[in-house]
C-alpha cells in the first residue's frame, strides 16, 4: 500500500487514468462489434457505414495509446477486407 503522499496520489491518478482507458476502449469495441453484426447480416452498405463511424474511433483509441498503432491499422484492414468479400 502506498504510505508517501506522492505514492498516494500517483495511485489516484492511475485509478483516474484506468476508467477513461476503459471507457475509450469500450466504446471502440461497440463500434467494430456494429461493424461486424452488419458483416455478419450481410448488409454491405450498413457494413461501410458502421466502418466509417467505427476508424476514427479506433484510431483515437491508437492515438490515446490504449491500442498499438499497427494494431489499429490491422483491425480497420481487416474489417474493410472483410466488407468487400461481402459482394463477392
Do not use: F, W
Amino acid at each position: 500500500m502506498a504510505n508517501t503522499p506522492s505514492a498516494k496520489k500517483a495511485t489516484r491518478k492511475i485509478a483516474a487514468r484506468t476508467a477513461v482507458n476503459k471507457s475509450r476502449r469500450t466504446r471502440m469495441r461497440t463500434y467494430v462489434r456494429k461493424v461486424e453484426e452488419a458483416i455478419a447480416a450481410g448488409d454491405k452498405d450498413a457494413a461501410q457505414e458502421a466502418l466509417r463511424l467505427a476508424q476514427p474511433q479506433i484510431m483515437r483509441a491508437a492515438n490515446r495509446g490504449i491500442i498499438h498503432k499497427n494494431t489499429a491499422s490491422r483491425k480497420v484492414s481487416r474489417l474493410s477486407h472483410r466488407i468487400k468479400s461481402i459482394g463477392a
